[in-house]
C-alpha cells in the first residue's frame, strides 16, 4: 500500500496545476526510467499555420483551400483548424454528405456528391490515387488532397515547438532518462523537431495502434527497471495514455477522451509541468521517509 504521505503530495501537486488521480501514480513518478512523448499538441505547439497550397488539375489555391476546409469541417485536430483558420469563412456544412475521420490518416468524405480524401499521402495511394513523387524540401506536414480518386494538390502546414520543450528534454536526459518521441506525422519532420528539442529516440509515420506496440515494447524493456510515461494531448492517443505506467495528459489542448484515460493531467499544456510532478513526488517522497 501506498504511504498516507503521498496524499498531500497530491494536494500539492494541485496547487501547481498539476491533477494526481491517485497516491500510487505520485509514487510511480519518483521511479520513472522512460518518457514518451507524442509530437503534435504535446512537445509542438499544435498550432498550425497554412503556409502553401499547391493546386494541380486545374484547381485554384483557393478552391483547393475551400474543398479542404469543407472536408476538415467536423474534425478536432489541430490541422483541420488550422486549414479552416485559413479560409477564413463560413463553411457550407449543407455540402457535406457523407464524413469519416481516419485516425492519424486523414478524412474520407463526400462534398456535393463528389468523394473528397484529404490526409496522409498513404491515405491516397491506399485509395488508388495517383500522387505524383515531388521532392519537397520544407519541414511541414503536408495534407493530400484527392477530388473523385483524381489527385487535386497539397497544403503544406507547419507547428512550431513549445517553449521550454528543449529544456525539458535536456533536463531529463542529463537525469539518465530515455526520452522517446512518437508520431504519425512523416519522416523527415519527425527528424527535424526531434534533432532540435534533443530527444533521443523518434518513431514516425505511426498509427494509433503503432503507438501502443512501441509503447509495449517500452515497458518491456523497463520491466523491473522502473516506469514507463506516455504523455499526450490525446488526440488519437487515449490507448497509450491507459496502456503506459503513468499516462500524463496536456489538460489544456487536450480531449476530454485523454483526460479520462490520462493518471496525471497537467493543468497548463507545458512538458516542463511534468518536470515540476515528478519534483513534487521526490519532494514527498523525502518528507514521509
Ligand atoms: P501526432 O502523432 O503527431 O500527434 P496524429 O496521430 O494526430 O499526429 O496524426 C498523424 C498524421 O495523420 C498527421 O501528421 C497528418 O499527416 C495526418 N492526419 C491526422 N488527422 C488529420 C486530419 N484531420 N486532416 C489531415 N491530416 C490528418
Ligand atoms: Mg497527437
Redesign the pocket.
Known amino acids: 500500500s501506498v504511504p498516507l504521505g503521498y496524499f498531500g503530495g497530491i494536494g500539492g501537486a494541485s496547487r501547481h496545476g498539476i491533477l494526481v488521480k491517485g497516491a500510487n501514480y505520485l509514487e510511480a513518478l519518483t521511479d520513472v526510467r522512460t518518457v514518451i512523448f507524442?509530437?503534435?499538441?504535446?512537445l509542438?505547439q499544435?498550432v498550425f499555420e497554412v503556409n502553401k497550397i499547391e493546386a494541380v488539375n486545374g484547381y485554384t489555391e483557393d478552391q483547393l483551400l475551400e474543398i479542404a476546409a469543407t472536408?476538415?469541417a467536423h474534425?478536432s485536430?489541430?490541422?483541420?483548424k488550422s486549414?479552416r483558420k485559413k479560409l477564413a469563412k463560413e463553411i457550407s456544412q449543407d455540402l457535406i454528405e457523407s464524413y469519416e475521420?481516419?485516425?492519424?490518416?486523414?478524412?474520407r468524405t463526400v462534398i456535393s456528391g463528389k468523394s473528397v480524401l484529404?490526409?496522409?499521402k498513404d491515405?491516397l495511394l491506399n485509395n488508388s490515387v495517383i500522387v505524383p513523387d515531388q521532392e519537397i524540401r520544407e519541414a511541414g506536414?503536408?495534407?493530400y488532397i484527392s477530388v473523385d480518386g483524381e489527385y487535386a494538390g497539397y497544403l503544406m502546414i507547419s507547428d512550431r515547438e513549445k517553449e521550454g520543450a528543449k529544456e525539458s528534454v535536456a533536463e531529463l536526459n542529463k537525469a539518465g532518462i530515455t526520452t522517446v518521441m512518437?508520431?504519425?506525422?512523416?519522416e523527415t519532420?519527425a527528424k527535424t523537431v526531434s534533432e532540435k528539442l534533443g530527444v533521443k529516440e523518434y518513431h514516425a509515420d505511426?498509427?494509433?495502434e503503432d503507438?501502443v506496440t512501441w509503447l509495449e515494447k517500452y515497458l518491456e524493456k523497463e520491466k523491473g527497471n522502473g516506469k514507463v510515461v506516455f504523455v499526450?494531448?490525446g488526440?488519437?492517443?487515449a490507448p497509450v495514455l491507459t496502456r503506459a505506467d503513468i499516462g500524463v495528459a496536456m489538460g489544456g489542448l487536450g480531449s476530454d477522451a485523454a483526460i479520462e484515460a490520462a493518471d496525471v493531467v497537467l493543468m497548463e499544456d507545458q512538458p516542463s509541468k511534468l518536470l515540476d510532478a515528478m519534483d513534487i513526488a521526490r519532494f514527498t517522497k523525502k518528507i514521509i521517509w
Open positions: 507524442d509530437k503534435t499538441g504535446t509542438t499544435g472536408a476538415e474534425s485536430h489541430p490541422i483541420a486549414i475521420e481516419i485516425g492519424g490518416k486523414g478524412i484529404a490526409g496522409k491515405l506536414t503536408l495534407v512518437l508520431t504519425g506525422d512523416h519532420v505511426l498509427l494509433p503507438k499526450g494531448d488526440i488519437n492517443d
